[in-house]
């Protein structure tokens, strides 16, 4: 499975390639002129010294993220909104949501099923019944069926189809649960 998941990283990735290239103009294609170096304070630069941007981090440097807001146990972010929470709030669940889901899928796609697990768990308890709950169970089946855990992976799967009829995730996952 990880080297098929291998082959399709490496299809993508010449493809992104070939887009560049087509986009680009080609490698070895025409010679431009170099741009005209700008000056402090032409448009798109900062108007003192001061204000430009430093060259390098500080070592170990950390970006802080905002404070991922969090609703109240058993609500979802649909019902949020219509209690009059602003679209900010919503779209701010929404992107904590997409956050943990999208560290899950990479731990996952690294072949660190238990990482993805404690990932998806955090999301089951911020966001119970969450607007990303279908995706967030499609992986959590995923990662079980990576380490093996074929009890739980059948139990969550007929809950899946029960719950989830119409799932897009319905082919991917019989697919994936189709080989060992």
Do not use: W
């Amino acid at each position: 499975m990880a080297s098929g998941r291998r082959l399709v990283q490496f299809a993508f990735a010449a493809a992104l390639i070939a887009i560049v290239v087509l986009v680009v103009g080609g490698i070895g294609g025409e010679e431009t002129a170099e741009p005209v170096p700008m000056r402090l304070g032409d448009p798109g630069m900062p108007l003192e010294e001061h204000d430009a941007p430093s060259k390098e981090l500080p070592a170990g440097f950390v970006p802080s993220l905002p404070v991922v807001p969090t609703l109240p146990e058993g609500a979802h972010a649909a019902h949020a909104h219509a209690a009059g929470s602003t679209d900010d709030a919503v779209g701010d669940d929404l992107s904590a949501e997409m956050r943990l889901l999208s560290e899950a899928r990479v731990e996952l796609g690294q072949d660190d099923a238990v990482a993805c697990l404690a990932l998806l768990d955090q999301h089951r308890e911020r966001f119970p019944a969450g607007a990303l709950a279908e995706e967030r169970e499609a992986y959590t089946i995923l990662a079980l069926h990576a380490l093996g855990r074929d009890q739980e992976v059948e139990r969550r799967y007929v809950d899946f189809r029960a719950d989830y009829p119409d799932s897009t995730f319905n082919d991917r996952l019989s697919r994936a649960l189709a080989t060992p």
